[in-house]
Antibody, heavy 125, light 110 residues
Framework: QVQLVQSGAEVKKPGASVKVSCKASGYTFTSYYMHWVRQAPGQGLEWMGI????????SYAQKFQGRVTMTRDTSTSTVYMELSSLRSEDTAVYYC??????????????????WGQGTLVTVSS | EIVLTQSPGTLSLSPGERATLSCRASQSVSSSYLAWYQQKPGQAPRLLIYGASSRATGIPDRFSGSGSGTDFTLTISRLEPEDFAVYYC???????????FGQGTKLEIK
């Protein structure tokens, strides 16, 4: 069965960086894109970006450009999300989510079919 | 950038009742780009509906999605106790690449 297992909670000071991992199992790692989505306390969901585990190409939401880096390690089927220059507003639960993309009857379908359990990142001085 | 607006913000209903949740887009969205998720407290979101109307694997048939253009609806025909949660719609955009969520509808027990 598909599983996405994320690293544990982190507490960071403002200005620091955090790196969250997401280990995939139960499917061919390089066959599906992986996304990162975050959720501030009591708030909604916010898409951060996407990585193609096959070639390593990435695309980031404009809001996070210059501060986020997504990488992968195909030998361990793990993707990473590093966020730098942390501020208090970055306090949130960070999720990895597998992206399903397919084409049927000339239409493309794009959604997140499996999610990690989430990693709480707290930014506090 | 397309903005998704969900209504109502909170919906108070009783088990057995019918729930109708709305997701309105600021511009026309291809139906195949629209998905719905359920999130319970302390849990990750769960995919319910993709392509506006296709149920994900294992989702009960009391959940249905409909709509096109700028107006989409998630309907729960008869509420079960486990359906009380927050629901999000989500759309895909290609130029620039972007995935956008609505702000969510909280479905609470009346």
């Amino acid at each position: 069965q598909v599983q996405l297992v994320q690293s544990g909670a982190e507490v960071k000071k403002p200005g620091a960086s955090v790196k969250v991992s997401c280990k995939a199992s139960g499917y061919t790692f390089t066959s599906y894109y992986m996304h990162w989505v975050r959720q501030a306390p009591g708030q909604g969901l916010e898409w951060m970006g996407i990585i193609n585990p096959s070639g390593g190409s990435t695309s980031y939401a404009q809001k996070f450009q210059g501060r986020v880096t997504m990488t992968r390690d195909t030998s361990t089927s793990t993707v990473y999300m590093e966020l730098s220059s942390l501020r208090s507003e970055d306090t949130a639960v960070y999720y990895c989510a597998r992206g399903e993309t397919y084409y049927y009857d000339s239409s493309g379908y794009y959604f997140f079919d499996y999610w990690g359990q989430g990693t709480l990142v707290t930014v506090s001085s | 950038e397309i903005v998704l607006t969900q209504s109502p913000g909170t919906l108070s209903l009783s088990p057995g009742e019918r729930a109708t949740l709305s997701c309105r887009a600021s511009q026309s969205v291809s139906s195949s780009y629209l998905a719905w998720y359920q999130q319970k407290p302390g849990q990750a979101p769960r995919l319910l509906i993709y392509g506006a109307s296709s149920r994900a694997t294992g989702i009960p048939d009391r959940f249905s999605g409909s709509g096109s253009g700028t107006d989409f609806t998630l309907t729960i025909s008869r509420l079960e106790p486990e359906d009380f949660a927050v629901y999000y719609c989500q759309q895909y955009g290609s130029s620039p690449l972007m995935y956008t969520f609505g702000q969510g509808t909280k479905l609470e027990i009346k």
